[in-house]
């Protein structure tokens, strides 16, 4: 075996002082590089499963405010609803009671007009008979002023158109 090592060319002193500083390189790299990057990665692993721990917190209180908002959204709904149907029954009872009104008033104007034209109907019958009364007064006036041989058909019929003019 010692003469493969040395047709190989291996040096015994001198692979074991490499063996001896590979092992001091990996013992000082191990303690100030190894572990500070371990120690580095841990961390950040850590601040990920936080991150992702809170981002699936934030997701359930999300999933919850969306809940509670759709709740709120529904009795905001309703409540409208209410208010609507509300201030519809409150229109139509207005409507009703200004329909009642109008027709109230209505009646009041048909009333009134009703008793004025009974008034002028009246007045006017009043003013036809005191017309008529003075017609007939004239014609008995003429009539006796004639004398009952003067009168014929020719004077009734001017005294007709003369009343018919008036």
């Known amino acids: 075996m010692e003469q493969l090592v040395s047709q190989l060319g291996i040096d015994w002193k ?7 500083n590979f092992a001091l390189l990996l ?18 692993r850590a601040k990920i499963e936080g991150g992702l721990a809170k981002a699936e917190e934030a997701e359930k ?4 405010v969306d ?14 609803m209410g208010i609507l149907k509300r201030t519809e029954s409150d229109a139509k009872t207005l409507e009703e009671k200004l329909l009642a009104e109008a027709k109230r008033k209505e009646d009041e104007a048909v009333g009134a007009t009703a008793v004025r034209l009974r008034t ?18 004239q014609a008995l006036v003429r009539t ?15 005294a007709v158109r003369e009343a018919g003019a008036k």
């Open 61 to 64: 209180r999300l999933h919850e």
């Open 27 to 44: 013992i000082v790299l191990r303690i100030f590089v190894y572990k500070p990057v371990l120690k580095l990665l841990h961390d950040r």
């Open 144 to 158: 006796v002023e004639l004398a009952p041989d003067a009168i014929d058909d020719a004077l009734i019929a001017k």
């Open 14 to 20: 001198l692979l074991l002082s490499q063996a001896v």
């Open 120 to 137: 002028q109907e009246e007045e006017s019958r009043r003013a036809m008979e005191k017309e008529a009364a003075a017609l007939v007064k």
């Open 67 to 80: 809940l509670i908002g759709k709740g709120k959204i529904k009795d905001a709904e309703h409540e409208a």
